[in-house]
């Protein structure tokens, strides 16, 4: 029996175990990751590219000016005043031409409205700056809401920016 064992020793010492199972695994990691970089095409990603929102158009002024004498609202005595004014506008570039067509068609209401909301107002409110411009404030929201109500439902499409003030009288 010791013979046996010797032989089987002595035989192993003249053979070379070869790479060890590490290196095997390693060099097997390297060439299966490169056929897996060959083999396979590239991933593509598609972007979705969202077409821009049209964007505003520059501030335009409306030619129209509205005229209003009026008698502003008192408790004592009467008073007038007379009050010019045209108004800023913008609108979303893609919807000019319903945007004129609407104008175009509520402007008389939108000028009767004016007046109504200016009659309301007293000499003392018009005089004074805070007044004149609370009054402002509520000139365009009137105008907003008289000439672009259609297009404040589906978002704010088109608005009237600023007033623009050609004369004013008070007596």
Same mark, same amino acid.
């Given at each position: 029996? *010791?013979?046996?064992? =010797? ?5 192993? &010492?003249?053979?070379?175990? @070869?790479? #060890? ?17 060959? *083999?396979?095409?590239? =991933? ?5 590219? &969202?077409?821009?929102?049209? @964007?505003? #158009? ?14 502003p609202a008192q408790k004592v005595g009467r008073a007038t005043a007379m009050l010019w004014f045209s108004f800023m506008y913008r609108f ?39 007044g004149f411009a609370a009054v402002e404030a509520d000139l365009i929201a009137e105008l907003n809401q008289t000439l672009f109500a259609d ?21």
């Open positions: 029996m *010791a013979e046996d064992t =010797k032989k089987e020793d002595g035989g192993n &010492e003249g053979k070379k175990k @070869g790479m #060890s199972p590490l290196v095997l695994i390693a060099i097997g990691a390297l060439v299966g990751g490169a056929g897996v970089v060959f *083999a396979v095409p590239a =991933k593509t990603v598609e972007v979705h590219v &969202e077409q821009p929102a049209p @964007g505003w #158009s520059s501030p335009q002024v409306h030619p129209d000016v509205f005229e209003h004498t009026f008698n979303r570039e893609d919807l000019e031409d319903e945007v004129m067509e609407t104008m175009e068609a509520y402007m008389p209401l939108a000028e009767s409205n004016t007046l109504q909301l200016l009659s309301t107002r007293t000499l003392k409110e018009l005089e004074s700056v805070s297009f404040q439902q589906d978002g704010n499409l088109a608005e009237v920016t600023k007033i623009l003030w050609r004369k004013k009288l008070f007596q």
